[in-house]
């Protein structure tokens, strides 16, 4: 079974600093991919970042960059120059081969001005 | 992108009454849809796998019988609520996955579906 754990339900952070969301995760499938979405108040999900268990390099996507370590089975979300509208929801999740995804218990950013 | 539409966006219904969420995907077949549940300030669990011309694969915990799951084409997908209960009241979430079934697609989310039972 594949599991997820996000252990900060909240983050602080000033506006124009960086912050790292923490994520881990559990598999036996060699093949994966792992993902981070933005859920703000409204309640859409709004895709970020992806990153394939075979990918050498971490993934960027503008302000957002994901660090994987592998062997600790991390994929930790940092974004950059944080704006006030970065404030919402954020969930770590891992998709199998079968497309089913699983995702964390969400992490909620406060961007303070 | 690709895009997932889903109807309608919020909905209250009187308990005991059944309730309809659609879910389509407008720019591409999607064999394999996913409906997900997710209470105020949690994570989303998956409820059912819903694929083309089949019946859905629930998660364990999940009434099949409660949560009727139709899909008929490659574009649409049906949640139903039926006998709704003020215990259903949850925000349902739909997303699709294309006929290339590429794993490093992003998954394509729906907007969601705020149901509110009274």
């Known amino acids: 079974a594949q599991k997820i754990t996000q252990t900060q339900p909240g983050m602080f952070v000033q506006e124009k600093e960086a912050v790292t969301l923490d994520c881990t995760y559990d598999t036996s499938d060699p093949s994966y991919g792992l993902f981070w979405y933005k859920q703000p108040s409204s309640g859409e999900m709004i895709f970020l970042i992806y990153q394939g268990s075979y990918d050498q390099q971490n993934a960027t996507e503008g302000r957002y960059s994901l660090n994987f370590q592998k062997a600790r089975k991390s994929a930790n979300l940092v974004i950059s120059a944080s704006q006030l509208g970065d404030s919402a929801m954020y969930f770590c999740a891992m998709r199998d081969g079968a497309g089913k995804s699983t995702f964390g218990d969400g992490t909620t950013l406060t961007v303070k001005p | 992108g690709a895009v997932v539409s889903q109807h309608p966006s919020w909905v209250i219904c009187k308990s005991g009454t059944s309730v309809k969420i659609e879910c389509r995907s407008l720019?591409?077949?999607?064999?394999?849809m996913f409906w997900y549940r997710q209470f105020p300030k949690q994570s989303l669990m998956l409820m059912a796998t819903s694929n083309e011309g089949s019946k859905a694969t629930y998660e364990q915990g999940v009434e099949k019988d409660k949560f009727l799951i139709n899909h008929a084409s490659l574009t649409l997908s049906t949640l139903t609520v039926t006998s709704a209960h003020p215990e259903d009241s949850s925000f349902y979430i739909c997303?699709?996955?294309?006929?290339?079934?590429?794993?490093?697609?992003?998954?394509?989310f729906g907007q969601g579906t705020r149901l509110t039972v009274v």
């Open positions: 720019d591409f077949q999607a064999t394999t």
């Open positions: 997303s699709a996955r294309d006929v290339v079934g590429r794993l490093n697609t992003e998954a394509f």
